[in-house]
T-cell receptor, first 115, second 112 residues
Framework: DVKVTQSSRYLVKRTGEKVFLECVQD?????MFWYRQDPGLGLRLIYF???????EKGDIPEGYSVSREKKERFSLILESASTNQTSMYLC??????????????FGPGTRLTVL | QKEVEQNSGPLSVPEGAIASLNCTYS??????FFWYRQYSGKSPELIMS????GDKEDGRFTAQLNKASQYVSLLIRDSQPSDSATYLC????????????FGSGTKLNVKP
């Protein structure tokens, strides 16, 4: 059974704090993704990683950084949290297999509120 | 132009009816197409994937793909109130690190 877990379901932080969101997958997937989801804006890709220590910017990387030191773990870092980073954060993973690629599997999400 | 477009809805159907959800995409090279269901406050869960032109059926769900028209649809037969959710269409660019592009979702309401 596929499993993607995220460190927290709900998180409340203050403006200016450094925030760490962690994601772990147990499917030996090569690819991992961080999205944020806001009403009316859908899912937007922040960063993704296709291998250990590799990272690529998504559509909205500003204000975020990532770390992937181990294959199963992908961390999203908010260097200095701001109120406009209040959102639902979703982690996903997928394998690089097959001719047509593979499904992305999502974690349960972290609802972050920045006060 | 967005990569993936969906009507935001809400789409309302009575219980037992067929719900039809539609999606268009802009990149002709895209090869893989997915439908996710997302309940309020939850994360997206995969319903179906489709790679070839035509229909693919799985229980009450049928995905339809027309690459010439760049069009993907999802039919839900015998709709149930438990089907009420937001449905996300996703397109995979396998040549681009397996990135997914998601539509903004269609909200479906199934009325008892």
């Amino acid at each position: 059974d596929v499993k993607v877990t995220q460190s927290s379901r709900y998180l409340v932080k203050r403006t200016g704090e450094k925030v760490f969101l962690e994601c772990v997958q147990d499917m030996d997937h090569e690819n991992m993704f961080w999205y944020r989801q806001d009403p009316g804006l859908g899912l937007r890709l922040i960063y993704f990683s296709y291998d250990v220590k590799m990272k690529e910017k998504g559509d909205i990387p500003e204000g975020y950084s990532v770390s992937r030191e181990k294959k199963e773990r992908f961390s999203l870092i908010l260097e200095s949290a701001s109120t406009n980073q209040t959102s639902m954060y979703l982690c996903a993973s997928s394998s690089t297999s097959g001719r047509f690629g593979d499904t992305q599997y999502f974690g349960p999400g972290t609802r972050l509120t920045v006060l | 132009q967005k990569e993936v477009e969906q009507n935001s809805g809400p789409l309302s159907v009575p219980e037992g009816a067929i719900a039809s959800l539609n999606c268009t995409y802009s990149d002709r090279v895209s090869q893989s197409f997915f439908w996710y269901r997302q309940y309020s406050g939850k994360s997206p869960e995969l319903i179906m994937s489709i790679y070839s032109n035509g229909d693919k059926e799985d229980g009450r769900f049928t995905a339809q793909l027309n690459k010439a028209s760049q069009y993907v649809s999802l039919l839900i037969r015998d709709s149930q109130p438990s089907d009420s959710a937001t449905y996300l269409c996703a397109v995979n660019q396998i040549y681009n690190f397996n990135k997914f592009y998601f539509g903004s979702g269609t909200k479906l309401n199934v009325k008892p």
